[in-house]
C-alpha cells in the first residue's frame, strides 16, 4: 500500500452495483468501505486485497472481498479525476465471467466518453 497522493480524497462514481446489507454482512459491507477510502485517498493497493485486470482496461482493478463464506468482487477503475466502481458481483469460479468483463468494458468506454 502506498502513501496517500492526493490533497483530498476522489469521488466514488458508481456506473454499477452497489454494497450495502444485505447481501453484504454488516462486516463485509465496512471492510469494502475501508478499502473504498483508501483508494479514494490515493493509496494504491495490492494483493491480497486488490488484483490488476487488463482484461478490462488500463487502470482497471477488482478489490477482493470475502464476506460469509463468499468473494465479492468490486471491479473499479482509476481515474484522474475519481474512482470508478464498474461492477460488484460474487465471483462463483477462478475466471471472471465474461459477460462481467463485457459489461465492465462497455461501462468503462461509456465513461471516458462522458469524461
Not at 479514494?40 to 482493478?61: D, E, K, N
Not at 458481483?89 to 459489461?103: D, G, L, N
Amino acid at each position: 500500500m502506498s502513501d496517500s497522493t492526493y490533497a483530498h480524497d476522489q469521488p466514488l462514481v458508481w456506473l454499477s452495483g452497489e454494497v450495502k446489507s444485505p447481501p453484504f454482512t454488516a462486516n463485509g459491507r465496512r471492510e469494502a468501505g475501508v478499502l473504498l477510502r483508501l483508494l479514494q485517498r490515493g493509496h494504491t493497493l495490492g494483493m491480497p486485497h486488490s488484483r490488476p485486470m487488463p482484461v478490462i482496461g488500463a487502470a482497471c482493478h477488482e478489490l477482493r472481498v470475502r464476506d460469509r463464506g463468499r468473494d465479492w468482487r468490486i471491479v473499479y477503475h482509476v481515474a484522474d479525476d475519481a474512482v470508478v466502481i464498474l461492477a460488484v458481483f460474487v465471483k462463483r469460479s477462478r475466471a471472471t465471467p465474461r459477460p462481467v468483463v463485457r459489461a465492465c468494458r462497455e461501462r468503462l468506454a461509456r465513461y471516458r466518453r462522458e469524461e
